[in-house]
């Protein structure tokens, strides 16, 4: 059987103008545990998606992500994100990666 092969009707590729960070929204993790996500997109002059919307699980990784992405795009940043209610600006990396070995639980600003 010889079939003809046609193409398909090419979609017309929008630019992104925006890439929108936003967050925190409640969520559940892939253990089903309940966690913050920040979602990233890149978006048109109309804020709409143009590509795949990303979640992450940590404000810093969420920046991150769309300034890398904006950067790419030569797009604007357009940032709506709230700060990560669990992290403690003051704690280092190499702070927390130590009390994760002993086994101490990181101390929390009093309210």
Request: glycine share 4%; aromatic share 4%.
């Amino acid at each position: 059987m010889n079939r003809r092969m046609t193409a398909k009707p090419r979609r017309e590729r929008t630019t992104a103008a925006l890439v929108v960070v936003t967050g925190p929204e409640p969520s559940t993790d892939k253990d089903g545990q309940p966690a913050l996500v920040w979602q990233v997109w890149a978006a048109d002059a109309d804020r709409n998606p143009v590509s795949r919307v990303y979640k992450c699980y940590g404000c810093r990784k969420a920046r991150v992500l769309a300034a890398v992405m904006a950067d790419e795009r030569g797009a604007v940043l357009v940032d709506e994100t709230k700060d990560d209610p669990n992290q403690d600006p003051r704690r280092t990396a190499r702070r927390a990666y130590l009390l994760r070995q002993i086994g101490a639980k990181p101390e929390r600003k009093a309210s």
